[in-house]
């Protein structure tokens, strides 16, 4: 696709039937229910605030749990099935989750992955940083830090100018000072978060 047939990269509400107000929930196929609730809620600490039957199959049960922001992270979950060390990818199929976490409290997330024996990768995303591990599935979950305050209603905002900075840059992603300039453009506080050294990772995640 050339650059003049690519769609373009804006904040403004598309044109379009409808427009969706938000993310309610995502499901997963999960595993068992121990094994569940060991990882989202006793590592990552989502409270688990529902336990029902799956209403489509009552043989399972589906677990709600809150990402932090009110957004919820739900699984199917049957006792009669192991957690797993694989996930097979392709076409539909998850990628990886990623959730927020508190730029305050990062060093705090890597001390406790270490402490329950979860391997986990460091990258600076350029206008990010993120830690990957995996779930008792073997799914890929990012855990995420904010370089900067950005505030929630200005997200999307800040996101598409530090786009349009990055393309007048030429450069191939949008990086740390493409944001700062943003940040500084659209009169918003431009101080960085103090987040670890890393490497940007690029290429060698899958």
Not at 135 to 142: F, K, M, T
Request: aromatic share 8%; glycine share 8%.
């Amino acid at each position: 696709m050339s650059d003049q047939q690519q769609a373009p990269v804006t904040d403004e509400l598309p044109d379009s039937p409808f427009h969706t107000t938000g993310t309610d929930h995502i499901t997963i196929w999960g595993s068992n229910e121990a094994d569940t609730i060991e990882f989202y809620r006793d590592l990552l600490g989502m409270p688990l605030v529902l336990r029902q039957p799956n209403l489509d199959d009552p043989s399972q049960t589906h677990l709600f749990f809150d990402t932090g922001d009110g957004r919820i992270l739900t699984f199917f979950v049957s006792d009669d099935r192991p957690s797993a060390q694989g996930v097979r990818g392709g076409v539909g199929a998850v990628h990886h989750l990623c959730f927020s976490v508190d730029p305050e409290r990062y060093e705090a997330v890597m001390d406790a992955l270490d402490e329950a024996g979860h391997h986990y990768n460091v990258f600076d995303r350029g206008i990010f940083h993120s830690i990957y591990t995996k779930d008792n599935n073997g799914l890929v979950i990012e855990l995420s830090a904010d370089k900067y305050d950005i505030p929630d209603d200005r997200r999307a905002e800040v996101l598409a100018t530090t786009q349009r900075i990055r393309e007048e840059d030429g450069a191939e992603y949008a990086k740390d000072e493409h944001m700062a300039a943003a940040l500084e453009e659209l009169g918003l506080d431009a101080t960085p978060y103090d987040l670890p050294d890393a490497s940007s990772g690029v290429g060698g995640v899958n």
